[in-house]
């Protein structure tokens, strides 16, 4: 009864699901341990209303790695990303901006707004795309320590330091722009329509807890086009059956290579002794022992839950203490018996098949965030509102509609707190916005489901609901994820591993930290 | 400030057609259509561009050329801007003058091409073939000029050929034996007011007309009506192609790239590569780029942009060893194909096709240093039957046509 | 009428950059001509580090220099009636906070070790031109390792901070030492001076450490001097009041400065003044980007100056209204949206019978805001008087991407311009506003250095 596996992964969401294929490919016995009755984390699609589907927390598939994708075979698993190619913004004139898939046609709708925009525009997709190649090989490394004086770290720091250098001078002043200023400072020097410059800049502040005008948000411009230079593997689309099929497509290669994954598990503690984990102990007292244990949870719970304080160096656990978490976003789903008609767009349209931002103007970005500064979800939040049913027929019944609204801000630390009431207040506040901008949504609403980041918390484990375990901000990223010197996946208790998206390369469904976790510890002869 | 009322916009159509495809879209046969600039306009009207061709070399083709984008730049300073930006001396150009130039960016590598047309004092028209509405505002700080974007509001169709003087001179009513080769004229066609520039792309005798957008059905209507006794033919792009390969005429994002776009240094092209050099006006005092066009001109060149003639009997052998008469493209190609010189890949042709006029298959080309020498002695790759093989050619001097009657 | 070669330099700006840029030329020999367009100096105190190598070379203790070193360095209102103090004595500073918090007095030794020990490497980078990190030339790329192994020495925890904190926001960086309002809004103010930021802005525990160099530990305050009444005093350079001065170049090469109807030449024009104004005349001659980038710069001004007539002393040298980090960061929300905070950052600083003032966020300077000062004081409205609105003093915020190599327009960090013999020695240059004196320095061994070679 008492089985030895190479190695235990705690938590079975994507990245765990990810580090688990890598290492049963490798020809490791693993196996998944996730609290929940299914696989995912974050990334799950659930039937909560009988016919509907509900890609519940995340909706997109941003950036899942295209050597992800070839190395587990995610396609004949089950992977099936569709394109989603357009973003419209409704403007609170009766106006909107649309950016469609094809190029000559988001130049002429640019250009109706502002003939220098629609050329400016090319211009700065080319810069984003030389920009976006420069910082891809950051995704995919290891971060070296720069306070170490190991030859490893050092002649990674040159390697770093020579790429960057030869990105010639432009290109470096524009990283260097990228990596510091807001967005909408960034987008200023840029662009004149306003509603264009919300809606790029709503994407920078996604997941964390800053604005469009809070320096540091420029970089996460960047991710847009990131995706696209994995164009052809489709690395930002819309995943059929949604997010959790994402999820099931990575178990089922971690099957094939013969992991196992029990749900229904909840881990309680890591075994550790002499320094050294040994194994878990679940919730029902059952231990299960381990060569080596790998925690996809985030850093608080990976070292504060799961281990007793005095098995870590006191300046690590006040580091850990004071990463940032602070969750921001929520979700409303809707169960829906017909589309939505927008003041701008009467009808059913290419729209729907597309994401509906609602974003229309920089200040209207701006003062939903300045309400969850001081404790407040936002009045009239920012949104991003898809329609998965027009994407993938499956995930409704004919006829019938889901709606995945993602909303900024709704601060995990609300004044007073949350509670039932203020969920329902918080899903009002969302969906009386929309209404706004596409009158008689709520005659059609036949479900509503509201999700505030302390649900996120309570289903997923996620700490203050933070979607990417950890802010990504500049102080809490590459060697600084998710402490200084314990950036490389290892953590101060040997054969204990973090793959989770506190580590390097940070959140989105990338799968990154995963496999990078995944090969370190392969690295280390486990 | 939106150009035209949001709600006509809801309508999400993809590409615009241009003022003329009311007539256009009737003509064409085989729907076989293409993209410039945005806009829809016909690859070819009849099932084959055959007739279309040769009617630029022996009677008069007409195209439609509105796609281009065209920039009215008025004020005291407008000369001042404009020769801040391109190549040529536009101070010393004369009203009724048309320049053809080129423009830089500030390491001297070539960002667009196109003509500039000294309308009136202090009042120019150009022509690019890539938007540069935010390139000449930013260009404009300090000056006292007005830069207006007429792209949508000018229709132009190029009309090409020996017959087209005569056509046109039926057409508006007057003598045009002395509009001199790049040069232009304000005239009446059936009461619609149209400027006439002796320009194009076919490298033969042709004029460009510039009308006002909402004229444009009546002004095709009365050149075709004009023109078809003297064998107007309406061609499209495919015939255009041949035309301007035996032209020498290059094009952008074909046989080069603009700096804008190069995504690395080795795509992008000085005007002197692209034997421009005679558009740069080194004298001039400041114009972007100047600094290093100097060096650059100190220096040997290096790389070359030429003509190549294929060698028939060579092409023939190749074609016979697989038991096969010799298959020519008829429409032109557009893909990179490398050129050798003693074993080694000295260069690449960027256009080529086979002359219908000349009988020549000819191709368009970059090659190294010297190896670009009219004269030289080359082979240009060709695949035969899957095979890659080598075909000798020659480098000839550009254009491979100059007719007598494009200048006269 | 001017001989030609009259001057050998000239340089247009009388504030504390451009007179150490003309005294160092002048010391190496060079006929200086100073042009000024106000009528005579300011009598005002300068606020900003003066670096020692700058005292030294320039002899100005013996010309008499005034550093002032106010003990306590600030007060603060407190929230339940008294004061905060805070002194140059660290350990008397920690004996006054914790009677307010305990916690904070015992954290805030080790915090202003900390702090000090960054300001220390900005003092080491500001006292030279800012890297070029794209250089090839051996002697930079020599000096870029020397700094490197610096900061190594200075141990692990420092090259940590530097890291983490340098893109921090002041508002987390105090949130996670400290837990008193009064005291993190004391500290934080300093974070967001002459910035158009909150302090929950990345970059501003940048700005905090820069207003915090030239100060031992426990001083957040930049000190105030006399330099720039001494250096005006000073001989050795040619001055000209209520002059103009707008560059004149010509193909590309400074010929010299016109000032009104008349033609300045010199072959070399050192210009202290925004780099915006300096280019303005110059623009036909630059290039389209350059252009661009300098329109870029980012300087909106939000800092409103003052004076307070006071009827009888002030009991404090300097006093700050600034009750926690969410009153600066709702003043900065105000500004956002472009108006004047509601309830506006004050700070007043005692000095020669009246109380100079720096206001934050001024977007308008007006009536009301006045009377908002006023009521922040608890003086009547009449007493309080408001300078209109002059620019970024800095000229240019002190922003993570206007710092460093990327100062006044990136490529361009050195001093030099694009125009041959047209130099900027101003506060638009590195290493920035407040450090008084640093720039000239910098530009002006950047030009010796040059001519030297040429």
Same mark, same amino acid.
């Given at each position: ?8 992964v705690i938590g079975g969401g994507h990245n765990g699901l990810v580090t688990a294929a ?10 998944v341990l996730e609290k929940r009755p299914r696989v995912g984390g974050a990334a799950v699609t659930e039937e909560i209303f009988p016919g509907f589907k509900f890609t519940m927390f995340s909706y997109v598939v941003s950036l899942l790695r295209p050597?992800i994708i070839r190395d587990l075979d995610l396609p004949r698993h089950g992977l099936h990303i569709l394109p989603l190619e357009s973003t419209v913004t409704p ?7 649309a950016a469609w898939g ?97 809606t790029?800049?709503a994407s920078?502040i996604i997941g ?15 991710h847009h086009?990131?995706g696209?230079?994995d164009g052809v593997f489709r690395a930002w689309g819309f995943a059929k059956g949604g997010t959790g099929a994402v999820s099931e497509a990575i178990a089922s290669a971690a099957r094939g290579f013969?992991a196992e994954i029990r749900c229904d598990a909840p ?29 996809g949870l985030d850093?608080?719970r ?25 969750g921001s976003s929520g979700k409303v789903n809707l169960a829906l018996d017909a589309l939505p008609s927008f003041?701008?767009m009467p009808g059913v349209g290419r729209h729907h098949r597309g994401a509906i931002s609602i974003s ?17 979800f936002s009045?009239?939040p920012y949104m991003d509102i898809v329609f998965p049913s027009m994407i993938d027929p499956g995930m409704a019944p004919p006829g019938k509609h889901v709606m995945s609204v993602f909303v900024q801000y709704a601060?995990y ?5 949350w509670n039932d009431?203020k969920r329902e207040a918080f899903g009002d506040a969302v969906v009386n916005t929309i209404e706004s901008f596409a009158p008689g949504l709520k005659s059609h609403i036949l479900h509503r489901q509201v999700i505030t980041p302390a649900d996120i918390e309570r289903i997923t484990g996620l700490s203050e609901g933070n979607i990417f375990q ?29 793959c989770g998206a506190?580590?390097?390369?940070g959140g989105g469904i990338m799968g990154a930290s995963g496999r ?11 | ?371 670009? @020498? ?35 | ?415 030099? @311009? ?37």
């Open positions: 009864m008492a089985v030895l596996y190479d190695a235990i890598y290492l049963a490919r490798a020809g490791k016995k693993v196996v050597e403007m609170e004139n009766g106006d909107y901006l094809d190029h000559d046609e988001t130049r002429r709708e640019l250009y109706r707004h502002s003939p220098r925009d629609a050329e400016a525009y090319d211009e700065y997709g080319r810069l984003m795309h030389h920009m976006a190649h420069a910082v891809r090989p950051i995704l995919g490394m290891v971060p070296p320590d720069p306070t170490s004086f190991d030859p490893r770290d050092l002649l990674a720091l040159l390697r770093l330091g020579r790429h960057f250098r030869s990105l010639g001078a432009e290109r470096l002043h524009a990283l260097v722009k990228l990596m510091t200023m807001s967005s909408a400072d960034f987008l200023d020097e840029w662009f004149e329509t306003d509603v264009l410059k919300a790029k800049s920078g964390t807890f800053l604005g469009p005008r809070s320096p540091g948000t420029a970089y996460v411009l960047l086009y990131m696209e230079l013969g881990v309680a503690r890591v075994l550790v002794k002499g320094g050294r984990a040994t194994g878990v102990a679940l919730e029902n007292g059952d231990e299960v022992s381990a060569k080596v244990v790998v925690s850093p608080r990976t070292f504060l839950q799961l281990l007793e304080e005095r098995e870590l160096p006191a300046e690590f656990v006040s580091d850990i203490r004071r990463f940032k978490f602070r003041t701008c229309p103007s920089l200040a209207y970005v701006e003062r939903a965030y300045d309400d969850a500064k001081y404790g407040e009045r009239r601060p630390h609300l004044n007073g707190g009431a950890g802010e990504l901000a500049l102080h809490q990223l590459f060697f600084l994820r998710p402490a200084a010197g314990w950036a490389k996946f290892r953590t101060p208790v040997r054969a204990y591993y973090q506190g580590t390097h390369p990078l976790a995944a090969l370190a510890i392969l690295g280390d002869g486990a | 400030m939106p150009h035209e009322p949001f709600c006509v916009r809801f309508a999400p159509v993809l590409l615009r057609t241009t003022p003329f495809h009311a007539r256009t879209a009737a003509l064409s046969e085989g729907q076989a259509w293409r993209r410039w600039a945005g806009y829809v306009v016909a690859s070819a009207y009849e099932l084959s561009h055959d007739r279309e061709y040769h009617a630029i070399r022996s009677a008069a083709a007409l195209f439609d050329v509105s796609p281009l984008y065209k920039y009215m730049i008025t004020g005291r300073d407008a000369a001042r801007l404009l020769d801040r930006v391109v190549t040529r001396d536009v101070g010393k150009a004369k009203v009724g003058q048309v320049l053809y130039t080129p423009w830089c960016d500030a390491a001297g590598k070539q960002l667009d091409d196109g003509t500039i047309s000294v309308l009136a004092e202090h009042t120019y028209r150009m022509t690019s073939a890539d938007p540069n509405l935010r390139w000449l505002h930013r260009n404009a700080t300090g000056l006292d000029v007005a830069i207006d974007e007429v792209s949508e509001r000018t229709a132009a169709l190029s009309l090409q050929g020996p017959t087209s003087r005569a056509i046109l001179q039926v057409a508006a009513q007057r003598d045009l034996a002395g509009l001199k080769y790049f040069h232009l004229t304000e005239a009446t066609i059936r009461g619609i007011p149209v400027t006439i520039s002796r320009t194009g792309y076919t490298g033969d005798l042709g004029y460009e007309v510039w009308v006002h957008a909402a004229q444009a059905l009546p002004l095709w209507d009365a050149l075709i009506e004009t023109g078809t006794p003297y064998g107007l033919t309406p061609a499209g792009m495919l015939a255009l192609d041949v035309a301007r390969i035996e032209a020498g005429l290059l094009l952008i994002e074909v046989d080069y790239f603009s700096s804008r776009h190069a995504l690395i240094e080795a795509q992008k092209s000085s005007p002197f590569e692209l034997g421009l050099g005679w558009t740069v006006a080194l004298g001039k005092e400041s114009f972007n780029g100047k600094p290093a066009l100097v060096q650059e001109k100190a220096r040997a060149p290096a790389w070359q942009f030429t003509g190549l003639a294929v060698d028939w009997e060579s092409l023939e052998r190749l074609y016979a060893d697989v038991g096969l008469p010799p298959r020519l493209p008829t429409q032109a190609w557009r893909t990179s194909v490398p050129v050798y010189s003693g074993g080694r890949q000295v260069g690449y042709a960027t256009s080529g096709g086979w002359s219908p006029l000349l009988k020549q298959y000819i191709a368009l080309a970059h090659l190294e240093g010297t190896f670009g @020498t009219p004269g030289s002695a080359v082979e240009m790759e060709i695949t035969v039957e899957h095979h890659r093989r080598r075909a000798a050619a020659r480098v000839t001097k550009l254009p491979f046509f100059n007719p007598d009657r494009k200048r006269t | 009428m001017n001989a030609a070669g009259r001057w050998d330099a000239i340089v247009i700006g009388a504030d504390v950059n451009g007179l150490v840029a003309a005294h160092y030329l002048a010391r190496a020999g060079r006929r200086v001509l100073v042009v000024d367009s106000r009528k005579a100096a300011e009598q005002r105190a300068d606020v900003g580090w003066v670096p020692p190598q700058v005292i030294r070379e320039l002899s100005l203790a013996s010309h008499g220099i005034q550093i002032e070193q106010p003990d306590p360095w600030i007060v603060a209102p407190l929230a339940g009636g008294g004061r905060l103090e805070l002194w140059r004595d660290v350990a008397k500073s920690a004996q006054s906070i914790r009677r307010i918090s305990p916690a904070d007095g015992a954290r805030w030794p080790e915090f202003c070790t900390r702090m000090r020990r960054l300001a220390g490497v900005l003092e080491a980078l500001y006292v030279q031109p800012a890297p070029d990190i794209e250089s090839r030339e051996i002697g930079e790329l020599l000096r870029l390792g020397a700094l490197g192994l610096h900061v190594r020495r200075l141990g692990k925890q420092t090259v940590i901070d530097l890291l983490r904190i340098l893109p921090m926001s002041i508002a987390e960086l105090l949130d996670d030492w400290f837990e008193n309002d009064t005291l993190k809004g004391v500290l934080g103010a300093a974070g967001v001076w002459h910035l158009r930021q909150g302090p929950r802005a990345g970059g501003t525990a940048f700005n905090f450490l820069h207003h915090h160099v030239g100060s031992p530990a426990g001083v957040f305050r930049p000190p105030r001097s006399s330099i720039t009444q001494i250096l005006t005093a000073m001989p050795g350079v040619e001055m000209r009041w209520g002059a103009e001065g707008a560059v004149v170049a010509a193909a590309g090469t400074a010929t010299g400065v016109r000032s009104g109807s008349e033609a300045l030449s010199a072959p070399l024009v050192v210009s202290s003044a925004d780099p915006r104004t300096t280019f303005e005349p110059l623009r036909p001659q630059l290039d389209a980007e350059f252009v661009h980038a300098v329109g870029n710069i980012k300087s909106r001004s939000i800092v409103a100056r003052g004076t307070v007539n006071l009827e009888r002393p002030a009991d404090f040298k300097t006093l700050c209204l600034a009750p926690s980090l969410d009153h600066l960061e709702r003043a900065h929300d105000d500004a956002k949206y472009g108006r004047t905070s509601e309830r506006p950052y004050v700070e007043a600083v005692a000095t020669d019978g009246h109380l100079d003032l720096h206001v934050q966020y001024a977007v308008t300077i007006d009536q009301a805001l006045v009377e908002r000062v006023a009521s922040a004081l608890g003086v009547p409205a009449g007493q309080v008087r408001l300078e209109p609105q002059a620019g970024h003093l800095y000229h240019g915020e002190l922003t993570l991407d206007q710092i460093l190599f990327m100062r006044p327009v990136p490529g361009w960090s050195r001093y030099r @311009t694009p125009i041959h013999g047209l130099y900027l020695c101003g506060p638009g240059t590195h290493p920035g506003g407040g450090i008084a004196g640093a720039a000239g320095r910098n530009a002006a061994r950047v030009i010796l250095r040059e001519s030297k070679r040429s």
